[in-house]
C-alpha cells in the first residue's frame, strides 16, 4: 500500500469519527436546552457516522495507519468536511434546521472524496475515494428525501419569549 492511501484513510477515519463525535456534542447541547427532537436527530446522525466509520475502518484494517497530528490534516475545509460548525447551529433549531445541517455536512464529505477520486495519486487512492463519494452522495440523496418530508419551521422559530435569567 502506497503513503498516499494510507494518508486518505486516516483522514477519512479522523473525518467520520470527529463528525460523530460533534453530533454527539450537539445531541447533548440540544438535551440541555429541552429540544429533544433535535437532540434525537442529532444522535442518529452521530450513530451514521460511527457506523461509516466502522466501514472505513474496515477499508484501512489491513494497511498501517499513520498517526497524525492535528496540524497534519488537510482539508478542503477548516475542520474536517463533515463536521459542521458549532455557529450553523441554535439552540432552538428545529428538525429542518438539523437536517440541512447534515444535509450540507454530507455534501461537504462527498465533495472531499470526490476530489481525491479526481485528483489521487494512484489508481489504488482513486478508487476509494470513487466509493466513498458513491456511499456519501447515496447519504446526501437520503437526507434529501428525508428533509422534503419535514415541514421548514415558522418564521419566528428562534424567538424565545422566556428570556435567560443569569444568577451571580
Given at each position: 500500500m502506497t503513503t498516499e492511501v494510507a494518508t486518505f484513510l486516516a483522514h477519512a477515519l479522523a473525518m467520520e469519527n470527529e463528525a460523530a463525535d460533534r453530533y454527539d456534542e450537539l445531541a447533548d447541547t440540544m438535551e440541555i436546552h429541552n429540544n429533544p427532537a433535535v437532540a434525537e436527530l442529532f444522535r442518529q446522525m452521530a450513530a451514521f457516522s460511527r457506523r461509516h466509520a466502522e466501514?472505513?475502518?474496515?477499508?484501512?484494517?489491513?494497511?498501517?495507519?499513520?498517526?497524525?497530528?492535528?496540524?497534519?490534516?488537510?482539508?478542503?475545509?477548516?475542520?474536517?468536511?463533515?463536521?459542521?460548525?458549532?455557529?450553523?447551529?441554535?439552540?432552538?433549531?428545529?428538525?429542518?434546521?438539523?437536517?440541512?445541517?447534515?444535509?450540507?455536512?454530507?455534501?461537504?464529505?462527498?465533495?472531499?472524496?470526490?476530489?481525491?477520486?479526481?485528483?489521487?495519486?494512484?489508481?489504488?487512492?482513486?478508487?476509494?475515494?470513487?466509493?466513498?463519494?458513491?456511499?456519501?452522495?447515496?447519504?446526501?440523496?437520503?437526507?434529501?428525501?428525508?428533509?422534503?418530508?419535514v415541514p421548514p419551521p415558522d418564521g419566528d422559530w428562534d424567538q424565545d419569549d422566556d428570556e435567560a435569567i443569569v444568577a451571580d
Amino acid at each position: 500500500m502506497t503513503t498516499e492511501v494510507a494518508t486518505f484513510l486516516a483522514h477519512a477515519l479522523a473525518m467520520e469519527n470527529e463528525a460523530a463525535d460533534r453530533y454527539d456534542e450537539l445531541a447533548d447541547t440540544m438535551e440541555i436546552h429541552n429540544n429533544p427532537a433535535v437532540a434525537e436527530l442529532f444522535r442518529q446522525m452521530a450513530a451514521f457516522s460511527r457506523r461509516h466509520a466502522e466501514s472505513v475502518a474496515e477499508r484501512a484494517a489491513r494497511h498501517d495507519l499513520p498517526v497524525l497530528k492535528s496540524w497534519q490534516y488537510r482539508w478542503n475545509t477548516f475542520e474536517p468536511p463533515e463536521v459542521g460548525a458549532i455557529e450553523g447551529t441554535h439552540y432552538r433549531m428545529t428538525p429542518h434546521h438539523a437536517l440541512s445541517f447534515a444535509l450540507d455536512n454530507e455534501r461537504r464529505g462527498r465533495d472531499f472524496y470526490a476530489a481525491r477520486a479526481k485528483d489521487g495519486a494512484n489508481g489504488e487512492l482513486r478508487r476509494l475515494a470513487a466509493e466513498m463519494a458513491e456511499e456519501e452522495a447515496a447519504h446526501v440523496a437520503e437526507l434529501e428525501r428525508w428533509l422534503e418530508r419535514v415541514p421548514p419551521p415558522d418564521g419566528d422559530w428562534d424567538q424565545d419569549d422566556d428570556e435567560a435569567i443569569v444568577a451571580d
